[in-house]
């Protein structure tokens, strides 16, 4: 089986291996990012944005994974809904894609980087 894509692998010598693709890693990041209140949508480009119109969802869009040496680093970008404090949303959209990542792949989290691409104006509080 060819491997065309990046993926982190945990050797367990008794059992074999798991391989951990980086788009996995994104897409729990994006959907941990999505729970968060406040948060109107992930940032994609233009196709991304009409597929998730036609009821199809890429769910990594917005997010860029870098894993190094079992530590993961994580930039997000995404639309806050008008009229949440982008400070408090931002850091609780960290804590909640840091505790998923650690949670569900056992990997660290070095940072995560919070980039407000616009804010939407028809989700208001």
Same mark, same amino acid.
């Given at each position: 089986m060819a491997e065309d894509r990046k993926a982190y692998m945990i050797k367990d010598d008794n059992l074999g291996e798991v391989r951990i693709a980086d788009e996995?890693?994104?897409?729990?990041? +994006?959907?941990?990012?999505?729970e968060v209140e406040g948060v109107s949508s992930m940032r994609g480009?233009?196709?991304n944005e009409?597929?998730?119109?036609? +009821?199809?969802k890429n769910l990594s869009k917005g997010i860029k994974v870098k894993i190094q040496e079992n530590v993961v680093s994580v930039d997000v970008a995404l639309n806050i809904c008008f009229g949440y404090a982008i400070p408090k949303v931002s850091s609780s959209v960290q804590e909640k894609v840091k505790s998923a990542i650690e949670n569900m792949t056992g990997l660290g989290v070095s940072r995560v980087n919070v980039r407000i691409a616009s804010v939407d104006l028809e989700k208001r509080k």
């Open positions: 996995v890693v994104a897409i729990i990041a +994006g959907l941990a990012a999505t480009n233009i196709t009409l597929v998730s119109k036609l +009821g199809m």
